[in-house]
C-alpha cells in the first residue's frame, strides 16, 4: 500500500479540529492545562475513548488513566503494534505536544478500519495518561505500566496539595497489584510506533515537513540546595557576605559553561527560589533545578560530573554548603534501525526526502527500549519551534503528511 492511496488533505484537517476540541477540557481558565487524574484528565480520557469507540476499535481506559482502542487481527497468533503517545499537559501547554501522536494514530486506525484493511498484526492506538510528571513530580506513569516497568517507589510521591500518589488512585479503587496486570509481555509485541511534534525549530529551520528520529536523549536531573547566612542588606560588607543567591547564579554559569562547551550536550537551570526572599535580606538559602541531556550517556555523565565539581568548587569559595539530590535519570535510547527504514521507506515514498535527527525531549517510547523495537517521526512545529506554550503550532498540510506516512508505515510492517 503505498501513501498516494490515502486521501491527500482529508486528515490533517480532522487531527487539527480534534487537538482543538480536546483543548476545551482544562484546569485553567485563560490556558491549557491537563495534569494526572484532575477532572479536565477524566474528561480527555473519556472523550478520547468515545472517538476511538466510533471508529470502530474495541475502546477502554484502563486503571492508571490510559485509553486504550485496538483493531484486532485475524491472523492467527498475532502480535501487537502498538502506536502511542500521552494526553496530559504541562502549565499554560500547547495543543499538540503528545496530542497530536494520539490523534494521528486515531485517524489512521479509523481509516483502516473503515477500509476493511487487515494487518497481520493487532494495532493499538494508545493515549497514555502521565508523560509530563506535571502533578507528582513522576514522568511516564501510563506508559511505563504498559511496558512493565511502573515503580511501587513513585506511588507516595505527592502533589501540591500534599494528595500521594497511591491516595488518589485508591479513590478510584486502583491499587499497585491493578497497574501491574497492564504490563505487556515481549513475546506479544510487534514495536512501538510514536509520532510527535518535534518542539524544536530544526525541521522548520531545514523546511522539511518530517524527521525520523535516531535516538532519545538521556537525562539526568537534579535538585540542588544551596544555604549561604542571611544578613541585613545595608549593614554587611560585601566581602563578608555568605549570599546563597549570588553562589547559585554562579552555579548556573557553570553549567551554562561546561553544557557549551561539547556537541549533544545540553544542560538547564530551569528553576531558582530563594524561600522567604525579600529585597532588604541577602539571601541565606537558594534552591535551583539541573538537567542535563545528551543522545550518548557517557557524555552526559561526564558533564554531570564536572557540574557537581564546579559547584562543590563555588560553594568552598564562597563559603556556603550545598546539597544535591538526583531526582531521575534515564537512559539514551536508539530507536530501531529496521523502524528508521520502515519510517525512512514510508517518507520516500511520499515523495520527501528522508531526514534524520535527535531527540532532546524525552518521550514514552523509551519505556518501551528493550521490550520491543521502537521507531519515532517528529513533525515539524511552526512559530519557531516554540513548544510547551500556547504558541506551539502545527499546519494541516504537515499533519497530514504525518498520517499518510504513519498508515503506509502500519500497512507494510510484516
Excluded at 562547551?261 to 534552591?287: D, K, W
Aim: with cysteine; charged share 20%.
Amino acid at each position: 500500500m503505498s501513501s498516494e492511496s490515502f486521501p491527500a488533505g482529508e486528515f490533517g484537517v480532522r487531527i487539527l479540529d480534534l487537538a482543538r476540541e480536546l483543548a476545551q477540557w482544562s484546569e485553567m481558565q485563560d490556558g491549557l492545562m491537563c495534569t494526572f487524574f484532575s477532572p479536565a484528565h477524566k474528561a480527555v480520557a473519556a472523550q478520547l475513548r468515545d472517538w476511538m469507540g466510533e471508529a470502530g476499535l474495541e475502546a477502554e481506559v484502563d486503571p492508571i488513566g490510559n485509553v486504550v482502542g485496538r483493531y484486532a487481527s485475524r491472523a492467527p497468533g498475532a502480535k501487537t503494534l502498538i502506536v502511542g503517545s500521552h494526553y496530559d499537559t504541562v502549565a499554560n501547554a500547547g495543543q499538540f505536544d503528545g496530542r497530536l501522536g494520539i490523534l494521528t494514530g486515531l485517524v489512521v486506525a479509523a481509516h483502516l478500519k473503515q477500509t476493511g484493511r487487515q494487518l497481520p498484526f493487532h494495532l493499538e492506538v494508545i493515549g497514555f495518561s502521565e508523560e509530563e510528571g506535571v502533578r507528582f513530580s513522576a514522568p511516564y506513569l501510563g506508559s511505563s505500566a504498559i511496558a512493565g516497568n511502573f515503580d511501587e517507589e513513585v506511588l507516595a510521591r505527592r502533589d501540591a496539595t500534599g494528595a500521594s500518589l497511591a491516595t488518589v488512585l485508591r479513590k478510584d479503587g486502583i491499587d499497585f497489584g491493578d497497574i501491574q496486570s497492564l504490563a505487556y509481555r515481549r513475546e506479544t509485541l510487534r514495536g512501538y510506533l510514536e509520532v510527535h511534534i518535534e518542539q524544536g525549530p530544526v525541521l522548520l529551520q531545514k523546511d522539511r515537513p518530517l524527521g525520523i528520529v535516531t535516538s532519545i536523549a538521556g537525562s539526568a536531573r537534579y535538585r540542588i540546595f544551596v544555604q549561604g547566612v542571611a544578613g541585613h542588606a545595608g549593614t554587611v560588607p560585601m566581602a563578608l557576605r555568605r549570599d546563597a543567591a549570588a553562589a547559585a547564579a554562579e552555579m548556573v554559569l557553570a553549567v551554562e559553561r561546561r553544557c557549551s562547551a561539547a556537541a549533544n550536550l545540553v544542560g538547564t537551570v530551569g528553576q531558582l527560589r530563594v524561600p522567604h526572599g525579600l529585597i532588604n535580606v541577602i539571601p541565606g538559602s537558594c534552591e535551583l533545578s539541573l538537567d542535563v541531556r545528551s543522545t550518548d550517556d557517557a557524555i552526559r555523565d561526564a558533564a554531570v560530573a564536572d557540574i557537581r565539581a564546579a559547584i562543590d568548587e563555588i560553594a568552598r569559595r564562597r563559603r556556603v554548603t550545598v546539597t544535591a539530590k538526583e531526582v531521575s535519570r534515564h537512559r539514551a535510547v536508539p530507536c530501531a534501525a529496521t523502524m528508521q527504514a520502515a519510517f525512512a521507506d514510508a517518507v520516500g515514498r511520499a515523495g520527501i526526502e528522508p531526514f534524520y535527527l535527535p531527540s532532546g525531549a524525552g518521550h514514552d517510547a523509551e519505556m518501551f527500549a528493550g521490550l520491543t523495537d521502537i521507531g519515532m517521526l517528529f513533525v515539524r512545529c511552526g512559530n519557531g519551534g516554540i513548544s510547551h506554550s500556547p504558541l506551539e503550532t502545527v499546519s494541516a498540510e504537515d499533519a497530514d503528511v504525518a498520517a499518510r506516512v504513519l498508515l503506509d508505515t502500519i500497512a507494510n510492517l510484516r
